[in-house]
């Protein structure tokens, strides 16, 4: 099951189904198997009571789905998702709750957070110190959400420890960065192809710079040639 580089990717979805999102990221099979879930009572996944929608039931659900009993997989993995799945994302990473739960799982290499959460009711400034893995964090400047402004969006890069944390800011970009979910919601935004490449492009070369040890990935991340596309672009590093 596993790519001939030994290498796995958890694409954790948010409210829409995982299938909307399989065709902005088939490119990714290149490079690895590709695990898509929905979170449990969302998408395809069986309907469950709200009461079971909680931080530990979603970071406990991808460790038990890639190793739980009888699921005995090998290679690296890398660990990406949207919104909802950004935040799973963001808590097996090594992000902190105000709750003083805990759920960093150190099997993942790498980490693709669309935006994500940043300080509010459930973070605070020093949520991210843990974060040492590397990171992606790609947000935009529509990219609104509940009690998130666009700016928070870039707090799990701005303040998790300096060291292969990567940004991608796509000015003009809202909640659905061009359609890479497939789905229609109130703050998704236009359709944009060329947003959605972009995208692509950036997950890419994270899973084969930290996934697959590819120098030549990990040199296009810390150059930021993906500046280079669009004036529309801000790529910053630390």
Not at 6 to 22: D, H, N, P, Q, Y
Not at 41 to 69: F, M, N
Not at 174 to 193: L, M, V
Request: net charge positive.
């Amino acid at each position: 099951l596993l790519s001939p580089a030994g290498s796995r990717l958890s694409s954790v979805v948010g409210v829409a189904c995982r299938m909307k999102f399989k065709p902005a990221f088939s490119a990714l099979a290149d490079v690895a198997q590709i695990v898509y879930y929905d979170h449990r009572g969302h998408g395809r996944s069986d309907p469950r009571p709200s009461s079971e929608w909680t931080l530990d039931t979603w970071a406990d659900d991808i460790v038990r789905l890639l190793w739980g009993k009888g699921n005995k997989l090998d290679g690296r993995y890398g660990m990406g998702g949207h919104s909802y799945g950004a935040g799973t994302t963001e808590l097996i990473g090594g992000a902190a709750p105000r709750t003083g739960e805990r759920f960093a799982d150190p099997r993942f290499a790498a980490l693709v957070m669309i935006s994500p959460q940043g300080r509010g009711e459930l973070y605070t400034r020093d949520s991210w110190n843990a974060m040492t893995r590397p990171c992606l964090v790609v947000t935009g400047s529509n990219d609104l959400g509940r009690q998130q402004t666009v700016e928070l969006r870039k707090d799990p890069f701005l303040f998790s420890p300096p060291g292969d944390k990567f940004l991608l800011w796509i000015e003009g970009a809202y909640h659905g960065f061009g359609g890479i979910s497939g789905s229609r919601f109130p703050t998704a935004g236009p359709d944009d192809p060329q947003q959605v490449a972009w995208v692509q492009s950036a997950s890419l070369a994270m899973w084969d710079a930290y996934v697959k040890r590819d120098e030549a990935a990990l040199a296009w991340l810390q150059r930021g040639n993906l500046r280079n596309a669009s004036r529309k672009i801000d790529w910053q590093s630390r």
